[in-house]
């Protein structure tokens, strides 16, 4: 069955940079769909971003410019450099896949993949 890992999450202050990364276990990439969505302390899932497999990310607003996302195909793994990091940066990091893009490449799409392609999230702590 195919897994899905995250790592890399901790605690830093504002205006400093995390990376955090997603492994795919039991999957090869081919033509799918990759995203982050994260979850704030009291608040809804919110999209982070999502990257095809030819390395097209598409950006939420609130990350865009600060956060990158690469995919290294040949590792399975999905990475996202975050940078000038804020408090409302906080929360718990979910990756999940897509398979063949299915539900699009927008930003938002990552909000509706399968619940059974997610993964157990890595948290994210940014003291101000």
């Known amino acids: 069955q195919v897994r899905v890992v995250e790592s890399g999450g901790g605690s830093v202050q504002a205006g400093g940079s995390l990376n955090l990364s997603c492994e795919l276990f039991?999957?090869?990439?081919?033509?799918?769909?990759m995203g982050w969505f994260r979850r704030g302390p009291g608040q809804a899932r919110e999209s982070v971003v999502v990257?095809?497999?030819?390395?097209?990310?598409r950006y939420a607003d609130p990350v865009k410019g600060r956060f990158t996302a690469s995919l290294d195909n040949a590792k399975n793994t999905l990475y996202l450099h975050m940078n000038e990091l804020k408090a409302e940066d906080t929360g718990m990091y979910y990756c999940?896949?897509?398979?063949?893009?299915?539900?699009?490449?927008?930003?938002?799409?990552?909000?509706?993949?399968?619940?059974?392609?997610w993964g157990e999230g890595t948290l994210v702590t940014i003291s101000s």
């Open positions: 999940a896949l897509d398979f063949g893009c299915s539900h699009g490449v927008g930003y938002a799409a990552v909000l509706n993949y399968n619940s059974e392609y």
């Open positions: 990257i095809k497999s030819d390395g097209t990310a």
């Open positions: 039991r999957y090869t990439l081919r033509n799918d769909c």
